[in-house]
């Protein structure tokens, strides 16, 4: 009896997609793969901090699925940093949120953010539009 996986609620997909021991060639070490719902779940629960529950709907998952990702999650890490091994980031049943770009019509900022906070970060204004242009992540500084 197997349902057809949910598609997991994934808000931040990683830069870097490859970890690797230093100075140990490819040929030489075992790979493991992360999918990005589990470093999803990982991201929510230990960087964020979040209670399972808050976590797993975050993910619009339930609360033991989400403990169920997270588990594997820190397996595969664990097992990545305590034997040397190396981690793809990849797959997963994921729906990634997109981000959006916005203008606001008061000051004439603009942002990338999700479309939730539907308020400019500048001015508070609530008098936004959606901008046209194809949105590109923001540069780190
Ligand atoms: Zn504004």
Redesign the pocket.
Known sequence: MSRPQKYRHVQCTPDALYFKPRAVPLCNLEELALTFDELEAMRLADLEGLYQKNAAARMQISRQTFGNIVKTARRIVADALVNGKAIRIEGGVCSVAKKEGFI?D????TWVGDAINDI?P????GSLARTREPITKPKMP
């Open positions: 606001c008061d000051c004439s900022h400019c500048k001015c508070k204004s």
